[in-house]
């Protein structure tokens, strides 16, 4: 670790300790309170803060769904044959699990990540400022969808990527139905306020691995089982062009996907620019750049 | 396949075509329209020819359930350390899967098959005296619990068991919430008048691994893909102590359960004294007799 690059104190102490800590988050939820875009309204801006999430129906037009589709379909065929590391495979199989960096490779891609009404939404949550700290498409096909298990991303981005505070957010677009049935996103409401420190230090390379199945900064089940006791489970479901926001810290997970409906969304990180990366807290190294932005 | 033991012909031919194929079903839903008794009323005996289940909230007092939760947990502690083949362990650990035919090892699990209630519904449904086919106690644990994918349980017991028609059903009866969060049935209404036969052919000794994770006798993806475009789906889900019956041929399959939250059931199956079982319609061997009732 270069101690030159270190610009504050690890706030947030991760896979350092042999057993689980809560810790109080020491970062605001909502960086602006005073409203300045007509996108979202007091209610939604105090459900957020106090829930960690908002779903939007609609937030995105037929058309602009009709258009991110098509890309996909153009983006999953190109990527079929290709061993650019920016493409993730399913655990045992060859299929196409994510694609990274669409905001770098693809043109309506990163039309999206510029958005004016997501742009206003977030900036008004993050107060100011944001750039594209990971975005990607999730591929999670009928019958054979798997699993993503719990976790909080920024204890991943905190540990492996050096991502001092909490002051960025996740933005979930939903480019098929997202129901019951077809492996949707669980968050646990309000746990974006405590962080849940995991046990087990960061192999080396630990990122080529992880993003099939994480095993390494994964919460314990004694605290996972406290924390929906504590407060509940949520699935925000809706039909596709439905945007999804949640904070970085908000626990969440999703089952597989046996159901004959696929279910694909494009996934993009926003982070403050005051909360620039600094050297992993950790890790040896910081993960490429097509997974947590750091030259731009 | 002794030929003095075949009754009638095989009105469900399947795992022998090598292509699968859609039999329109040639026996009733419900085998007595005339209402026999008080625990269901017309709506919902024509809701379950309909759509081929019924769902009851707190069918079950309280009591009942505490008391047999409480035998499941005996039940679960006397299984760790046998190898009784009636035990069947998760795909790839030693965890407890199900336990079958509870129904004869245990007296409290023997009442509850004779429950005066549930008999009266499934005597009204299956019109007249049954037997117990097959039950078991299925676990669903927190965090790991796995899937049990798509099937119609009629094909494997025509195949496996030589159940010769539709007159059967199933019952489950949570001991815990059925949630849309710990991997809760999934069901196809209206699937249940459709045949789907498999292709196949079923290898030696089978169900030692189809009780783990079923690779013959699933159903193919474009057949399931049609059944939901058709039918869509649902998720019956309540309290523990609720029951859900369903027809022997409905289409049916559910998620793992990631969330800290179990799910265990006791399942019974009930076949009509009329529909008693006879060779295996695909297969060399019948199924032991603590999978597929012969003996009583």
Same mark, same amino acid.
């Given at each position: 670790?270069?101690?030159?690059m270190? #610009?504050?104190?690890d706030?947030? !102490?991760?896979?350092?300790?042999?057993? !689980?800590?809560?810790?109080e988050?020491q970062? $605001? =939820?909502?960086?602006?309170?005073?409203l300045?875009?007509e =996108?979202?309204?007091? /209610?939604?801006?105090?459900f957020?803060? *106090?829930n960690?999430?908002?779903?939007? *129906?609609s937030?995105f037009?037929?058309? *602009? #769904?009709?258009?991110?589709?098509?890309? &996909?379909?153009? &983006?999953?065929?190109?990527?079929?044959?290709?061993?650019?590391?920016?493409?993730v495979?399913? $655990?045992?199989?060859?299929e196409?699990?994510s694609?990274f960096?669409v905001h770098r490779?693809?043109?309506?891609?990163?039309?999206?990540?510029?958005?004016?009404?997501?742009?206003? =939404?977030?900036?008004?949550?993050?107060?100011?400022p944001?750039?594209?700290h990971?975005?990607r498409i999730?591929?999670k096909?009928g019958?054979?969808g798997?699993?993503?298990?719990?976790h909080?991303?920024f204890?991943?981005?905190?540990?492996? %990527?050096?991502?001092?505070?909490?002051?960025? +957010?996740?933005?979930?677009?939903?480019? *098929?139905?997202?129901?019951?049935?077809?492996? @949707? &996103?669980?968050?646990?409401?309000g746990?974006?306020? =405590?962080?849940? @420190?995991c046990?087990?230090?960061? $192999? %080396?390379?630990?990122?080529?691995?992880?993003?099939?199945k994480?095993e390494?900064?994964?919460?314990?089940q /004694?605290?996972?089982?406290?924390?929906?006791?504590?407060?509940?489970?949520?699935? $925000?479901?809706?039909?596709?062009?439905?945007? &999804?926001?949640?904070?970085?810290?908000?626990?969440?997970? @999703?089952s597989g996907n046996?159901s !004959? +409906? !696929?279910?694909s969304?494009v996934?993009?990180v926003?982070?403050?620019?005051?909360?620039?990366l600094?050297?992993p807290?950790?890790?040896?190294q910081?993960?490429?750049?097509?997974?947590?932005?750091? @030259?731009?």
């Amino acid at each position: 670790m270069t101690e030159a690059m270190r #610009v504050g104190v690890d706030a947030y !102490p991760t896979r350092k300790a042999d057993r !689980p800590q809560w810790l109080e988050r020491q970062d $605001p =939820v909502v960086y602006n309170q005073v409203l300045n875009q007509e =996108v979202i309204d007091k /209610e939604q801006l105090a459900f957020y803060e *106090e829930n960690g999430y908002l779903f939007f *129906e609609s937030f995105f037009t037929d058309g *602009e #769904v009709a258009a991110y589709k098509s890309e &996909l379909k153009q &983006l999953l065929e190109d990527s079929r044959n290709t061993d650019r590391p920016e493409i993730v495979r399913e $655990p045992g199989s060859d299929e196409v699990r994510s694609v990274f960096a669409v905001h770098r490779s693809n043109e309506v891609f990163r039309e999206l990540t510029a958005h004016p009404r997501l742009q206003a =939404v977030v900036q008004q949550i993050l107060g100011g400022p944001v750039y594209v700290h990971q975005s990607r498409i999730n591929f999670k096909p009928g019958f054979t969808g798997k699993e993503f298990y719990w976790h909080s991303d920024f204890e991943t981005w905190h540990a492996e %990527d050096g991502m001092p505070r909490m002051r960025a +957010l996740s933005c979930s677009l939903a480019l *098929e139905d997202n129901t019951i049935f077809n492996g @949707s &996103l669980m968050v646990v409401p309000g746990s974006h306020r =405590v962080f849940v @420190s995991c046990v087990g230090a960061t $192999p %080396d390379n630990h990122y080529r691995d992880s993003l099939r199945k994480q095993e390494i900064g994964v919460p314990d089940q /004694e605290s996972l089982t406290k924390l929906v006791e504590q407060y509940g489970l949520k699935m $925000p479901v809706g039909k596709a062009g439905s945007l &999804l926001l949640f904070d970085c810290n908000l626990m969440h997970g @999703s089952s597989g996907n046996i159901s !004959p +409906l !696929p279910r694909s969304n494009v996934f993009c990180v926003f982070n403050s620019v005051e909360n620039r990366l600094e050297e992993p807290f950790s890790a040896a190294q910081p993960r490429p750049d097509f997974i947590a932005t750091r @030259s731009e």
